[in-house]
């Protein structure tokens, strides 16, 4: 790993707590409770598997939706229905037929700023098809462990070295992924903070539309200079093998990638990557350290870490709901849902139906596992799920290497799950070392 990005990745930055703080985050957003929703989900769970209302009116929680534009975008607020079973979570993530993605839809006319995750089939398979295979097993074991992660891992591991107490969810949860996609498209180390700063920005309206603009801009600009710089001169990199990538769609004959569509690529992965991985990671410490007895059992046992990171995943997905808009009338567990409802479906109450796993409120390292839905599922499951399982994985397993006797700081506030309905995560994560 070059100089540049292991510096960075050591240098303490006022941007990672302006970035990484998961309250502030779903406070600003507006999303933001104060309650655990999960009991709320369980009760909910036991009236039905599918329910007419959204979820947080279902849940009696103030209303807010990630996708207001298109929900209330025509002056009158959309209908909204809510799943929340493990198989009709299941049933309406492959119903890619009638329940699209289309919701995610932020521009208007054809442009399209989260690229793959607003297109529904065929367009979104030929996309999709055209970086897939950075991101298969193999790859995210192979290619990007040696070219990327295990060397920034090993540059916070050392730094964490000189010291007897850290806050790992500033220190770790936060750096490993952010500077792993951000290298991995071309960006030096010191423009990941930069970079994510400005793709936040496009996002927010706090700073007014002007705002957003010049925060396009600067995304945009960043990204048009990697490309041109590996037109000229490839390398092994996101946007090189972009750049190589064809797409092809049923009636419009095979074509390579357009500049634009590069950068609406590295956008969707550099927001995606560089922030649920964030919050995930810190669960999953959270979760073995909270109960010292789990971080014995798997620094003692490494086959473990991995169903670990498997059940951080069910247990409490960083990302607990996503929806769909209806373009026809279809019918989930019998609740009929009109063409042009929304369709809530709950990743978080799914994982816990008891009627797939024994104990659901439980994290069990033990339990035999089975597939959950944590990373979504269906067309659109996440695309660089084997890329954050890696990071993941590299970093715990280092931290159990160096910092065997690592536990939860005593004199510090404890941990504790926080954030909106729609993302969750850790307050902080203060320990000591050694």
Request: proline share 5%.
């Amino acid at each position: 790993m070059a100089g540049g990005v292991a510096d960075a990745v050591k240098t303490d930055d006022s941007l990672y707590d302006e970035l990484y703080d998961v309250k502030t985050e779903a406070l600003e957003t507006g999303n933001y409770i104060e309650v655990d929703p999960y009991p709320l989900m369980k009760a909910a769970q036991e009236r039905g598997a599918v329910q007419k209302g959204f979820l947080r009116e279902v849940l009696g929680l103030p209303f807010w939706h990630r996708h207001r534009a298109v929900v209330e975008g025509g002056g009158e607020r959309l209908q909204g229905y809510c799943v929340l079973t493990f198989a009709k979570a299941e049933e309406a993530f492959r119903d890619n037929a009638r329940l699209s993605n289309k919701i995610y839809k932020m521009t208007p006319g054809d442009e399209k700023f989260l690229g793959i995750l607003e297109m529904d089939n065929p367009e979104h398979f030929a996309h999709r098809k055209a970086a897939q295979s950075l991101f298969i097993k193999p790859r995210a074991v192979g290619l990007w462990r040696d070219r990327w992660i295990n060397g920034i891992v090993e540059a916070i591991v050392e730094k964490l070295k000189s010291q007897d107490r850290a806050e790992l969810n500033m220190d770790l949860c936060a750096r490993v992924p952010v500077h792993t996609i951000s290298v991995a498209v071309g960006l030096r180390g010191e423009e990941a903070l930069i970079f994510r700063k400005a793709l936040i920005s496009t996002l927010s309206s706090r700073g007014g539309p002007e705002s957003q603009m010049a925060a396009a801009a600067t995304v945009a600009r960043m990204v048009t200079e990697q490309i041109e710089l590996r037109r000229k001169s490839p390398g092994e990199d996101i946007i090189s093998w972009l750049l190589a990538a064809e797409v092809d769609i049923p009636g419009e004959g095979s074509r390579h990638l357009t500049d634009g569509e590069i950068i609406t690529f590295c956008r969707l992965l550099l927001l995606a990557g560089g922030g649920t991985t964030w919050r995930q990671m810190g669960i999953l410490l959270f979760a073995l350290l909270d109960q010292r007895d789990r971080w014995e059992a798997v620094r003692a046992d490494r086959k473990l870490l991995e169903p670990a990171i498997q059940e951080s995943m069910r247990w409490n997905p960083n990302n607990p709901m996503f929806s769909r808009l209806a373009v026809e009338d279809t019918e989930i567990g019998g609740v009929a849902i009109p063409k042009g409802s929304v369709v809530d479906i709950c990743l978080a109450s799914a994982n816990r139906d008891p009627s797939r796993w024994d104990n659901p409120d439980e994290f069990d390292l033990f339990r035999k596992m089975q597939p959950h839905i944590g990373f979504g599922m269906g067309a659109h499951m996440c695309m660089g799920r084997n890329v954050a399982e890696s990071e993941m994985f590299v970093a715990l397993d280092a931290l159990m290497n160096e910092f065997p006797n690592m536990r939860i700081d005593p004199d510090q506030p404890a941990p504790f799950l926080t954030g909106g309905l729609e993302q969750r995560g850790i307050s902080s994560m203060h320990v000591l070392l050694k």
